[in-house]
């Protein structure tokens, strides 16, 4: 894992400091609201329904015990003993005080983490793949990448006030676990000729205006990826709309002016920017790299396990990933119990899950965008035990990936954008759905209280989107969704429905896809290959 | 009628305009009828209260009902932790806010 040096905590303890005094000055009256917004925004710190709420960001989604367990802590001396899990691998405290903000930030700082850039017009947390540096199938790790980019886009001076929030992706393999082409820029490292280089899309995102992101180039060697992405920032900056924020993302402006035209652009900068020797010099990169070197995997790690117990067996099946190592696995704790609230998690199962990363897997634990924590190195042969102390404490859901596995944004119980509530929608599908759902095979359903979009709707197998409609909630249902490397955008299915009313429109397109379905298909694929017509004589008659 | 609401600067709490301060408890929320943006100028200068605004509610024999869910969902709390809200003890609380 990457470990600060005096820079980046340097970094970061200046800037608790600056924010401690804004407080004092906010709390004194020296500061308007309208002044101390867009600063505590800068510092992860928002306001919502019932408090403030402030977003922690864990970058690439990588964090270690101790870092877990100062999050732990906070929830319980800060908050209301837990914390909110989020899609952009983040996580939130939703009751927050103002007065005790600086010192939260204090702790963060002092297991190297902060809140800075999870708010604001600026390049926001980087996000990756959740099983980077353990998946057998990447072609490097990429969590160095997305270090180097978080490096580059902290404070970038050029880069703090774009003309929107701008959202940056790395993966490393075919298969896409980070939803990377509904990112502002999605980055796929590949390798070509032997050389390390990366696939650049650019333009992806979900929000009002859902697009996929259009391939913009096919191969820029590693070593000029910083100045490639220079580039692309540097023409969104000068181009990207400022005066409509609707329009302001950069998928408006590859869109409106196309992907060749976009692309032309950016290599005509990419030609200027390439001599002013942006990209690191190698003994930088190698010394982020070596922070992310392989942990010392026991070769002779035993590889059997013994499935006589079923409901371990069930759990290994669906929640426990092969490893690139022998005798090692990947393990998905699930942050979605069956009628839970998805992404919450006790400070006690916080504590817990570190206490597993720092016995069983290397220190390190993962956060993924749906909202569920990884065990990335995990010996296959502790893997009962681990089931076990997960089974204790509730998170030992067998159902990674399953129509009870459902992405949902705080919706109008916490958010103050929200338009409808998306949790109890979840806890009422999942209750539904789970005594079928190990039947139903993957079925991704991701659920959204307003239309920005944070729960992916536009992206589900099966997408909920929350609407207001006369002062009552309402959801639109729409189908044929992903944000994986066979990504689409889901098609709205017709007239919405109230919140009992979804539940039974998804319990009968369920139903439907049951009696269509060939073998080996899932919910999607049977959409795709069926279109929405029989789906939409079942929900509407 | 009319309430005035906010958040407490330095907590976050959300506030109801009583008439003569703030309380956390919708029932005690005052109809300010015309008044709401002075109170709130002058409230807010005070730093007594964060973001203040007016909004519309129903006079009910059980206190005032903002007419919105939104605002209705503040009052109360969460209706996914009902021993997060306000009134914990009440299994019905939550139906008040439908
Ligand atoms: S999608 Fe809307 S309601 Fe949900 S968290 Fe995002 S802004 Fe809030």
């Known amino acids: 894992m990457y470990r600060y040096d005096h820079y980046d905590q340097s970094i970061v303890d200046a800037r608790v400091d600056e924010f401690r005094d804004q407080v004092t000055r906010r709390l004194s009256g020296q500061l308007t609201e309208d002044q101390f917004k867009p600063i505590r925004l800068m510092n992860g710190l928002y306001l919502q329904l019932h408090a403030y709420m402030l977003r922690v960001a864990i970058p690439y989604g990588t964090l270690d015990s101790r870092q877990m367990r100062m999050l732990g802590s906070i929830a319980r001396d800060h908050d209301r003993g837990y914390g909110h899990f989020t899609t952009r691998q983040n996580l939130q405290f939703n009751w927050i005080k103002l007065e005790e ?27 990756s793949d959740q099983f980077a540096g353990a998946a ?29 929030k701008f959202k940056i992706a790395v993966i490393a393999a075919d298969e896409d676990r980070a939803a990377m082409r509904l990112h502002d820029i999605g980055i796929q490292l590949v390798e070509r000729d032997g050389l390390l280089g990366a696939r650049i899309y650019v333009g992806g995102g979900m929000g009002r205006t859902p697009m996929i992101a259009p391939l913009i180039r096919d191969f820029v060697a590693a070593d000029d990826l910083m100045s490639y992405l220079e580039a692309a920032l540097r023409v969104y900056n000068r181009y990207g709309r400022r005066d409509n924020i609707y329009k302001a993302r950069i998928k408006i402006l590859v869109h409106e002016i196309g992907a060749d035209a976009y692309r032309a652009q950016v290599e005509e900068e990419f030609a200027a ?5 942006l990209d690191p010099p190698a003994a930088e990169l190698a010394r982020i790299t070596a922070m992310f070197a392989a942990p010392p995997f026991d070769p002779a790690a035993p590889a059997e396990i013994d499935r006589t117990d079923p409901d371990f067996a069930l759990w290994l099946d ?5 490893h690139k190592a022998p005798g090692y696995s990947i393990v998905t704790i699930s942050l979605k119990p069956v009628g839970g609230i998805p ?26 965008h749906a909202q569920n924590l990884v065990l990335p190195h995990v010996r296959t042969s502790d893997l009962h035990a681990i089931w076990q102390q997960l089974a204790d404490a509730g998170l030992a859901e067998p159902n990674l990936d399953l129509a009870t596995d459902i992405i949902a944004c705080p919706g109008l119980d916490y958010c103050s954008l929200a338009n409808a509530r998306s949790i109890p929608l979840a806890q009422k599908l999942s209750e539904r759905l789970a005594p079928v759902q190990h039947n139903l095979g993957e079925l991704k359903m991701k659920i959204s209280g307003c239309i920005n979009a944070c729960g992916h709707h536009h992206a589900g197998h099966i997408g909920i989107l929350g609407v207001d409609k006369k002062g009552t909630e309402n959801y639109q249902l729409s189908f044929g969704g992903s944000g994986a490397e066979d990504v689409s955008l889901a098609k709205i299915t017709g007239p919405g429905f109230d919140e009992d009313g979804v539940v039974d429109a998804v319990e009968r397109a369920t139903d439907t896809y049951r009696t269509l ?25 | 009628m009319k309430l005035l ?24 929320a005052a ?53 997060l809200t306000l009134k914990p003890a009440d299994p019905q609380a939550g139906s008040w806010v439908i």
């Open chain 1, 101 to 127: 903000t600086p010192d939260i930030l204090a702790k963060l700082a002092t297991v190297e983490m902060h809140a800075i850039q999870t708010s604001g017009n600026c390049i926001r947390n980087i996000s």
């Open chain 1, 136 to 164: 057998a199938d990447e072609v490097a790790d990429p969590r160095p990448w997305a270090e180097l980019i978080r490096q580059w886009s902290t404070f970038h001076p050029e880069f703090s006030y774009l003309p929107r």
């Open chain 1, 273 to 277: 920017v390439k001599q002013l020797g």
């Open chain 1, 318 to 322: 669906q929640n426990v990933r092969a």
């Open chain 1, 343 to 368: 992404g919450d998690a006790t400070a006690d199962q916080i504590d817990l899950v570190a206490d597993l990363a720092e016995r069983h897997s290397f220190d390190e634990l993962r956060v993924t």
């Open chain 1, 517 to 541: 379905r060939e073998p080996g298909e899932r919910f999607l694929d049977t959409y795709r290959r069926v279109g929405m017509q029989p789906f939409k004589e079942a929900i509407y008659g």
């Open chain 2, 5 to 28: 609401t906010g958040n407490d600067l330095a907590t976050g709490d959300v506030t109801w305009w009583t008439g003569s301060g703030w309380s956390r408890h919708v029932e005690d």
């Open chain 2, 31 to 83: 109809d300010v009828g015309a008044d709401g943006e002075a109170i709130a100028r002058a409230e807010e200068g005070a730093r007594r209260v964060n973001v203040p605004y007016v909004i519309d509610a129903a006079a009910t024999p059980d206190g005032p009902r903002p007419a919105h869910i939104k605002d209705r969902i503040r009052a109360l709390g969460p209706t996914v932790r009902p021993d």
